[in-house]
């Protein structure tokens, strides 16, 4: 039998993706026998309750009136060391590139001795490439923080691509996908969320939009799409979710005349009761290294709409399991959405794909395995 390893996990505790990635990751690792230290500066959203084998340590970041600027990094890649010492880490798997490989970089520097020590893995997640990591103000030192990585993981064939072509990495990544615990993800029936969503109305459709509201989510252009499926469907937008945006869309929504036709029901930790209630999924990103809101809604038998970019195509098979559009092809996304509110056997069908390809592809059961080699293959 192969020893359990100590693995410090570092991430963002707020609601978004690479958190969620991390923390599913976690509890999967746990419940595998081993040990997942989450290192972050608040408790993960979606931890849940306490789990034998999961252990949370805060990061605190000090002010001081000569310091305009919060230090994290310093305080993160100083609570990674004590966790490490005192947790007797093996692996310091750091999530989201920036600052965290930067953050795990430096505590390896500090930790290892004759060239003992904890592997530092490194996961990139998308924007911390695509947007912040290649940003001229961050791009040298997270090309560097990757590069010394003792592992790098990328989401998506996508992400790898562009790691190498915007940073000019030269480090071997792996690609180990977005994850589900398909037990759990998988369609509820929920008649009363279904009837207060749809406003009662059995012929009504729910179309929903799950994200963090950031501009990269482009959710005026999920009012626009909606706007022109509502149209020719009798339906209603749910957006789940809360970001910087969400009001701007909110207003889209009132000037085109369709804000009672809205209901936005904020950050939920609970997302598969409202997925379960929804007839499509629209997700026209600007960009997406793998988009694990798309997966969530096809385990629930959810069509999906959504723009052709970064690893989307490597999640949805355009015309069997959801459809793919180029980014501006707002009537081009209505229309794949109204064909799927229209045509039952093709809603089916989609669905029933889409359901299909995630748990042939993207269970915990499947996923989980592979970070495990990679962290066992680094100690070896
Ligand atoms: O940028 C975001 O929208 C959030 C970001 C994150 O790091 O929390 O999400 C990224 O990571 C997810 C998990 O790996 C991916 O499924 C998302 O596609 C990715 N978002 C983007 O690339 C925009």
Same mark, same amino acid.
């Given at each position: 039998m192969t020893a359990p390893l100590n693995v410090g996990i570092v991430c963002?505790?707020?609601?978004g993706g690479s958190g969620i990635v991390a923390t599913e990751l976690g509890k999967a690792l746990a419940l595998r026998g081993h040990q997942a230290h989450f290192i972050s500066?608040? $408790?993960?959203?979606?931890?849940g309750d306490f789990q034998e084998g999961l252990f949370f340590h805060q990061v605190l970041t000090p002010t001081y009136?000569?310091?305009?600027?919060?230090?994290y990094l310093l305080s993160l890649a100083n609570r990674i060391v004590q966790v490490a010492r005192e947790s007797k880490l093996d692996i310091i798997h750091a999530h989201y590139a920036v600052p965290h490989a930067t953050a795990a970089f430096l505590s390896r520097q500090i930790l290892t001795s004759n060239g003992a020590g904890p592997r530092v893995v490194t996961t990139l997640h998308g924007t911390d490439i $695509?947007?912040?990591?290649?940003d001229p103000s961050y791009s040298r030192i997270v090309a560097f923080s990757i590069e010394q990585s003792d592992g790098v993981t990328a989401v998506s064939n996508s992400l790898r691509e562009a790691t190498y072509a915007e940073l000019g990495v030269k480090h071997p990544i792996s690609v180990i996908p977005n994850f589900l615990d398909c037990a759990i993800h998988r369609r509820r029936l929920r008649p009363d969320l279904r009837k207060r969503f749809s406003g009662g109305d059995s012929a009504t459709k729910v179309v929903v939009h799950v994200s963090n509201?950031?501009?990269?989510?482009?959710v005026d252009a999920v009012i626009a799409i909606f706007d022109r499926i509502r149209k020719r469907v009798p339906a209603r937008l749910l957006l789940v979710g809360d970001g910087p945006d969400l009001a701007m869309a909110q207003q889209v929504a009132r000037d085109l005349g369709i804000g009672g036709l809205v209901d936005a029901v904020g950050?939920?930790?609970?997302?598969v009761p409202l997925l379960s209630i929804a007839d499509l999924f629209l997700l026209p990103s600007?960009?997406?290294?793998?988009g694990l809101a798309a997966l969530e809604a096809m385990a629930c038998e959810v069509p999906v709409v959504a723009s052709?970019?970064?690893g989307l195509p490597e999640v949805i098979e355009h015309g069997v399991s959801g459809f793919l559009h180029p980014l501006d092809a707002i009537d081009e996304m209505a229309a794949s959405g109204i064909a799927l509110l229209t045509d039952e056997s093709l809603h089916r069908d989609v669905a029933q794909a889409a359901c299909r390809r995630v748990r042939t592809e993207f269970c915990v059961e499947r996923v989980v395995p592979m970070y495990e080699a990679c962290y066992r293959e680094l100690l070896s």
């Open positions: 963002y505790a707020s609601v500066t608040e $408790t993960p959203f979606r931890l009136p000569l310091f305009r600027e919060p230090q $695509t947007l912040v990591g290649s509201f950031r501009p990269v989510k482009r950050a939920q930790e609970e997302v600007a960009q997406e290294s793998f052709r970019v970064g």
